[in-house]
């Protein structure tokens, strides 16, 4: 089954961190997410995931990942350290690994993307936010 998934690379502006994100869905079939929180508005990041897909988070130099955890802190949202760009965000959990993309950093597809839809996390609990990631986020190929 993996040899039918399309295959999209990017990074932060510097390429000290990568990502890659396996999806066997067509870019116009992506769910495109804009996160209304603080965090992900300042970013202007807009999101998506494929729980049926696999991402892949990765540090060309280690010493410039960083780590930021607010709300709920829940995730590890990955940001360079150099040139302040917002790759993706990534949880640990009992089930396993799982991932969300900033799609702002593909190196391509942007054109063929769907618009992306306000979404709203606020009135989740934890333990809500957390099962929403296991089923909803993509499975990590190795967490940073």
Known sequence: MTSSLLTFSGGCHCGALGVTFRTALSTPQ????????????????????????????????????????????????????????????????????????????????????PGALPADYEAESPSERIARREQRWTPLDGAL
């Open 30 to 113: 992506w769910k495109i997410r804009a996160c209304q929180c603080r965090f992900c508005r300042s970013h202007g990041a807009l999101t998506t995931t494929d729980p049926a897909g696999r991402l892949a988070f990765h540090a060309n130099d280690a010493g410039l990942l960083q780590r930021y955890r607010f709300g709920t802190r829940s995730a590890d949202f990955l940001i360079c350290r150099r040139c302040g760009v917002y790759i993706g965000a990534q949880i640990e959990t009992s089930r396993g690994a799982f991932g969300t993309l900033n799609t702002r950093v593909l190196e391509r597809a942007a054109e063929s993307l």
